[in-house]
């Protein structure tokens, strides 16, 4: 069964920095894609980073230059990170970690989000105070 578990969210204050962590079990490392993923109260879940199989990532226009996506696989376990930096207002939402082996490609993940085969994290909360 595919699990995430995120950690890391908290409140800083505008041009600071946090990394998000996302513990990542019973996917397939060598399928998977996987992201984050953010969602401000009364609006749809939005792609922010994603990484596929192959290392390749995509990011929205809003956070390039801002925000890097990386993991790290062990055999049974991948640990997918979000370094964010110089940090908005406009930033805050509660992130989520997600992943789906049946979209292969981290532009498709972005843009697409997870299907019915995905999987969801439960969210970490990240506030920015200006």
């Known amino acids: 069964q595919e699990q995430l578990f995120e950690s890391g969210g908290g409140s800083v204050e505008a041009g600071g920095s946090l990394k998000l962590s996302c513990k990542v079990i019973g996917f397939r490392r060598d399928v998977v894609s996987l992201g984050w993923f953010r969602q401000f109260p009364g609006k749809r879940r939005e792609g922010v980073a994603t990484?596929?199989?192959?290392?390749?990532?995509?990011?929205a226009d809003s956070v390039k230059g801002r925000v890097t996506i990386s993991k790290e696989s062990t055999e049974r376990l991948i640990n997918v990170y979000l370094q964010m930096d110089n940090l908005k207002p406009e930033d805050t939402a509660m992130y989520y970690c997600?992943?789906?082996?049946?979209?292969?490609?981290?532009?498709?993940?972005?843009?697409?989000?997870?299907?019915?085969?995905?999987?969801w994290g439960q969210g970490t909360q990240v506030t920015v105070s200006p």
């Open positions: 990484i596929d199989s192959d290392g390749n990532t995509a990011y």
């Open positions: 997600a992943g789906d082996s049946g979209l292969t490609r981290a532009r498709e993940l972005l843009v697409l989000s997870p299907g019915p085969g995905g999987a």
